[in-house]
C-alpha cells in the first residue's frame, strides 16, 4: 500500500524566484491538503484540493497557488519567494466522496530553503 | 476561529515514568474532530488517533491513552511507562467539517518529549 509521497527531498531556491513541489497520494485517496511548517512550530494549513479544485484555503497569499491531476496528484507552487518562505513543506492526503475519512496521512515533506 | 494550545513545550522524563500531554482547543463548530500526530526526528508526521466531539468516551492503544472533555475543551494524551523510542514532538490537532469533506487541519505548537535512558 503506497503511502503519500513528495518531490523533490530537499530544495535551495533565491529569494524572488519560483518553485514547485510535487505530492501523490496515498493509494485510494482523492483529497490532497499542503501544509508549511516553519522551525519549532506547528504545521500550518496552506490549502486542500478536491476534485481539481480548490475547496479550502488557509491565510496564505496570492503567491501560494496549486493544482490537483486527474490521478489525484498535486503541486505546490510559490512564487516570488521569499526568505520567510523556508519551511518544510508537508503534503497530506485522506478520502472525500462516498466514504470520508478524517484522518490526514502525511507525506515525508520537502524542505525548502531560501536564500 | 480555531486554536490549539500546548502549553508544554518541552518535558523530559526518564524511561519507564508515565508522561501527560496536554491540549486545550477552541471551536464554534459544534462537530469537530481532534487529533494527535507524533512527529519524529525524521520530520514524517504519524497519525496516531482522531476522536469525533460527539464521542467523549476515553481510548487506550497499548501504553498510550487518551483523555477527552468537551467541558473543558481538553484532549490530553497519556504515554504509560514511556521507552526512548517515544521521544518526539507531538501535536495536537483540530478540524471541523464544511460541507463534504474533513477540513484543513488547525495545529499546535507542538510539545517536544524526551526520554532519558
Known sequence: DAGVTQSPTHLIKT???????????????????????????GPQFIFQYYEEEERQR???????????????????????????????????SSLTGQVITYEQYFGPGT????? | AQKVTQAQTEISVVEKEDVTLDCVYETRDTTYYLFWYKQPPSG???????????????????????????ST???????TASQVVDSAVY?????????????????GKGTHLIIQP
Open chain 1, 15 to 41: 529569494r524572488g524566484q519560483q518553485v514547485t513541489l510535487r505530492c501523490s497520494p496515498k493509494s485510494g485517496h482523492d483529497t490532497v491538503s499542503w501544509y508549511q511548517q516553519a522551525l519549532g512550530q
Open chain 1, 58 to 92: 488557509g491565510n496564505f497569499p496570492d503567491r501560494f497557488s496549486g493544482h490537483q491531476f486527474p490521478n489525484y496528484s498535486s503541486e505546490l507552487n510559490v512564487n516570488a519567494l521569499l526568505l520567510g518562505d523556508s519551511a518544510l513543506y508537508l503534503c497530506a
Open chain 1, 111 to 115: 524542505r525548502l530553503t531560501v536564500t
Open chain 2, 44 to 70: 514524517e508526521l504519524v497519525f496516531l488517533i482522531r476522536r469525533n466531539s460527539f464521542d467523549e468516551q476515553n481510548e487506550i492503544s497499548g501504553r498510550y491513552s487518551w483523555n477527552f472533555q468537551k
Open chain 2, 73 to 79: 475543551s481538553s484532549f490530553n494524551f497519556t504515554i
Open chain 2, 91 to 107: 501535536f495536537c490537532a483540530l478540524s471541523g467539517k464544511s460541507g463534504g469533506g474533513a477540513d484543513g487541519l488547525t495545529f
